[in-house]
């Protein structure tokens, strides 16, 4: 038994990265662990060298072909990531993995004509309250605007889709930065370094107020004292807004959507900064999943088995702790 609650009493969160295949789901993971300092390099798909698709049959595929489970830490906050295969023939994998994460990032290109892709994922964890995130990547070779594909995006969703950021463009159309919407700021992308804060630039800034008032007014329905700020033209403080942005993704009400390019780094940083502030922890998903009682329990999520090691099984410890050697339900785990 791999035991996942091992550096934190709480246990680390755990996010699964979901989509349909080639959204860059393996890629951001690359991104996340290299920034994280989890690895000292970002492997690459193209050479086989990535943490995710580490097998002989990924590899030749140039595709994921089974899960992967890596861990990391984001100030000095541990976290699991479990890289999900996006073919629809490995979807056991993906469900498995759904079951026991905190959240999910739905990873996917601002491809229109493929967004039909994400309708039977986002209703599975509609149907099952799972709390995620939308993750539009490769917005640096996109062509398309955020307005049409977060249209497209909604009629796949039971849920409202909550814009959190506005590209910003240059003048060849190509995605330079972003404005975030709740904190009124704006960014430039810098590759693999942070990105720095700059002014708003003003061919964005009607865009920005137009995304901002229809970010507030999802919010505001699902908020009494909200609504009343906005009829009365009150703008809401910045933390009274992410607070309501924590609360309504932990009860599965609203789906953030983030925008980035995870090859170039872009984006990935306020990602995790999104996940680290308002990802529900362990205790919401065991009530999530109604696991009364104060026993030990873990979850199995994916079992192998290998001629040289035997069965080989991938638990979530939700409560307490499981260790090697105790006997549970029959089974001894080593």
């Not at 038994?1 to 246990?11: C, E, K, V």
């Not at 905190?102 to 149907?127: K, Q, Y």
């Not at 933390?239 to 925008?259: G, R």
């Not at 030990?296 to 991938?314: D, E, N, Q």
């Amino acid at each position: 038994m791999t035991d996942l609650n091992i550096t934190h009493p709480a246990g680390p969160r755990c996010i699964a990265l979901v989509g349909p295949q080639g959204g860059g789901k393996t890629s951001l993971l690359e991104s996340i662990l290299h920034i994280t300092g989890a690895t000292s390099r970002k492997g690459s798909i193209k050479d086989g060298t990535t943490l995710g698709d580490s097998s002989e049959e990924s590899k030749a595929k140039l595709m994921s072909t089974e899960l992967a489970v890596a861990q990391t830490e984001f100030l000095g906050e541990p976290w699991i990531f479990l890289d999900c295969p996006g073919s629809v023939e490995l979807w056991q994998d993906t469900e498995g993995a759904l079951m026991v994460a905190d959240a999910a990032v739905v990873v996917c290109e601002p491809d229109l004509e493929r967004a039909i892709a994400l309708m039977p994922l986002l209703r599975f964890l509609d149907d099952r309250k799972i709390p995620h995130m939308i993750f539009v990547n490769k917005l640096d070779t996109a062509r398309v605007h955020m307005r049409d594909v977060i249209a497209l995006f909604q009629e796949c969703s039971s849920r409202p889709l909550l814009l959190r950021q506005v590209p910003i463009r240059d003048e060849h159309d190509q995605v330079q930065g972003y404005v975030d919407l709740v904190s009124e700021r704006a960014y430039q992308y810098e590759g693999a370094k942070a990105s720095s804060l700059i002014q708003i630039p003003e061919t964005v800034m009607e865009r920005e107020q137009e995304a901002r008032q229809e970010l507030l007014e999802h919010l505001a329905d699902f908020d009494d004292t909200l609504l009343e700020q906005l009829l009365e033209d009150v703008q809401p403080g910045r933390e009274e807004v992410y607070s309501q942005i924590t609360k309504d993704l932990a009860d599965d009400l609203i789906v953030p959507v983030l925008i980035g390019a995870a090859e170039a780094d872009s984006g990935v940083r306020r990602l995790l900064k999104a996940l680290r502030h308002e990802v529900p922890g362990v205790e919401h998903t065991v009530e999530r999943l109604g696991l009364d009682g104060d026993d030990a329990t873990g979850l199995v999520f994916r079992t192998l088995h290998a001629s040289h090691t035997g069965k080989l099984s991938y638990t979530r410890v939700l409560r307490g702790r499981l260790s090697e050697g105790q006997t549970v339900e029959g089974e001894k785990f080593s």
